[in-house]
T-cell receptor, first 116, second 109 residues
Framework: IAGITQAPTSQILAAGRRMTLRCTQDMRHNAMYWYRQDLGLGLRLIHY???????GKGEVPDGYSVSRANTDDFPLTLASAVPSQTSVYFC???????????????FGPGTRLTVT | QKEVEQDPGPLSVPEGAIVSLNCTYS??????FMWYRQYSRKGPELLMYTYSSGNKEDGRFTAQVDKSSKYISLFIRDSQPSDSATYLCAMSAGNQFYFGTGTSLTVIP
């Protein structure tokens, strides 16, 4: 593994179903993030984690939950999917708050989710 | 009002042209300013970042920040077809990042 991996690559999900998007990084970065990207709205932060064991809400957290049990993994769960959650989801990490690259975020390849 | 405003384009230029991409913002607390490049169906990748006001040059790319006007720019010299992508500006104050909607650029050979 090099960088950030996300799974699945794409998914079609029936409304009301529960879904977990997986994200794993191998850079030992402290901070991890989940964004959704929608046409005309850009990247919007859903949840973030500054370090293992802590999480915080971003701009659009409703309907999503996260956990950070260890440094490498940061899963995003949709408890009961709705069509408005159709989007491309990106996981990212950074070496915040320490390191020269504190403000560089590394992004995964994304998960394309369609909720029908 | 959104935190960051960016013209979505699309922008189409001939190969070799100078490209200017711009963003404006409203939050005076932003201190770090970044430009990301995103190819189709890929994740964004960082091109450049600048702290506070001033210019930063990296090869064919120059980033400018004018905090007094709350305005940032990315210039691409001698544009190449491989520069065709969506360019996202981003800003931060602390550990939260705010992104523009992205400008789609096509460089025509």
């Amino acid at each position: 593994i090099a960088g950030i991996t996300q799974a699945p690559t794409s998914q079609i999900l029936a409304a009301g179903r529960r879904m977990t998007l997986r994200c794993t990084q191998d850079m030992r970065h402290n901070a991890m993030y989940w964004y959704r990207q929608d046409l005309g709205l850009g990247l919007r932060l859903i949840h973030y984690s500054n370090t293992a064991g802590t999480t915080g809400k971003g701009e659009v957290p409703d309907g999503y939950s996260v956990s950070r049990a260890n440094t490498d993994d940061f899963p995003l769960t949709l408890a009961s999917a709705v069509p408005s959650q159709t989007s491309v989801y990106f996981c990212a990490s950074s070496d915040y708050p320490s390191g020269r690259s504190s403000y560089e975020q590394y992004f995964g390849p994304g998960t394309r989710l369609t909720v029908t | 009002q959104k935190e960051v405003e960016q013209d979505p384009g699309p922008l189409s230029v001939p190969e070799g042209a100078i490209v200017s991409l711009n963003c404006t913002y409203s939050n005076s607390a932003f201190q770090y300013f970044m430009w990301y490049r995103q190819y189709s169906r890929k994740g964004p990748e960082l091109l450049m970042y600048t702290y506070s006001s001033g210019n930063k040059e990296d090869g064919r790319f120059t980033a400018q920040v004018d905090k007094s006007s709350k305005y940032i720019s990315l210039f691409i010299r001698d544009s190449q077809p491989s520069d065709s992508a969506t360019y996202l500006c981003a800003m931060s104050a602390g550990n939260q990042f705010y992104f523009g909607t992205g400008t789609s650029l096509t460089v025509i050979p």
